[in-house]
């Protein structure tokens, strides 16, 4: 007789392929532009009527497309400066952001840089939390209304949601690298692809209803010019939000095949222009529908209350985006603890150790102890924090104004003025500087505007 096949089975961490060893590149164009759609096209899209209302049609349109060429010009730059250019010093390949810095611009800037990418990757992840949340709590409201009524109460709380929501995420951050969620990735960005051609068509829709076309030049009026100010930096916030992800980049440049530059340059020039051309779309139509009631979400603030099916089905794929959302955002801090630890404690079977996981139906799983508890204990924080805080358009505004200059612009300029040794004073110097300057003020006014609208939300 066989003996019992063991539920667990030890092994050690040579027989099981980690994040740094031998890692078969196979990613192609097609994949790249899944992992940056599903990075970048997240619920922030949903936002942006609300952000053109602020702006009005004479600045709204034009700043979603400013911040495109902003995003454009970075991520090509920073595409560049993946491999070393005298890998004798150092690594052949930058497979992380925070690898990059420490190569080109040394181990001062490294720390800096980690501060602020790791609050980036960790505020995503909270921001992506409370969405889920908001749209859970959408469907429900949505089929509330359509049984009782528009005026109906149709109260739920947050809490329930973002519990079930940071449930599914313990699983799922189970996965154990980029390199293994591609799949994940592409269902993700079809569901982007769903729920902003919903809103898109609803948007269309109302516009068509009401006959006219709503909104003004300058946005919303009759407040007061300290409020209006506010606002319009609040929605500039959001926009900023809405579109980097250098902070990912050189992940998933780190998944292609050959030629690696070359094809993440392409992919990102087609994830750009598709989800410009979505945002611009859903943002115009939102704004156009709605005017100056445009809601924070078109999709969970109820502008749209029929058909409630449409409005479930979109709310629907908002939530099953953000799955893989949340986990594009998580790897790379997944990446760096765990090699850290590693590296540390190179002998210790919690760090190192692998177990084979036998479930009925289902193939082997490699389950390393310390890979289960951080990323348990990480989604955890990440859970209770946007219980705190779960104020949708201000946390997307002080996370994308925060971070937009620093990771966005400052870190990729001054690696690429290393990697291709330009000389300071040069033209190529000059544009860079003015470039990194300009952006560094709409920053900076993204995030005063944001700060001063999350505070007012948590004091009202």
Known sequence: MDK?????????????ESNNNITHRTGTIW?????????????????????????????GPPAIVVFA???????SILSDCY??????????????????????????????????????LYGNTIAYTIATATSMRAILKSNCYHDVGHDAACTYPDIMYMLLFGLVQVFMSQIPNFHDMAWLSVVAALMSFAYSTIGLGLGLATVIVNGEILGSIGGVPGVSTTDKVWLVFQGLGDIAFAYPYSIILLEIQDTLKSPETKTMKQASRSAIVITTVFYLLCGSFGYA?????????????????EPYWLVDLANACVILHLVGGYQVFSQPIFATVETSFSDRYPDSQFVNGFYELKLP??????????????RTLYVVSTTGIAMSFPYFNQVLGVLGALNFWPLVVYFPVEMYFVQKKIAPW??????????????????????IGSLEGLIMAKLS
């Open 4 to 16: 019992q096949t063991p539920l667990l089975k030890h092994s050690s961490s040579s027989d099981v």
């Open 31 to 59: 994949t790249a532009i899944a992992h940056i759609i599903t990075g970048v096209m997240g619920a922030g899209v949903l936002s942006l009527g609300w952000s053109l209302a602020q702006l009005g049609w004479l600045f």
């Open 69 to 75: 060429a902003v995003t454009l010009v970075s991520t």
């Open 83 to 120: 491999r070393s250019p005298h890998s004798e010093f150092g690594p052949d390949r930058n497979g992380s952001f925070i690898q990059a810095v420490s190569y080109y611009l040394g181990e001062k800037s490294q720390r800096i840089c980690a501060v602020i990418l790791n609050e980036s």
């Open 289 to 305: 529908a709605f005017g100056n009631n445009t809601p924070g979400n078109l999709l969970t603030g109820f502008g749209f209350y």
């Open 361 to 374: 139906l289902i193939t082997t799983f490699q389950l390393n102890p310390f890979r289960l508890c951080f």
């Open 426 to 447: 040069t033209k190529k110097w000059i544009v860079l500087r003015i470039f990194s300057f300009a952006c560094f003020i709409v920053s900076a006014v993204g995030f």
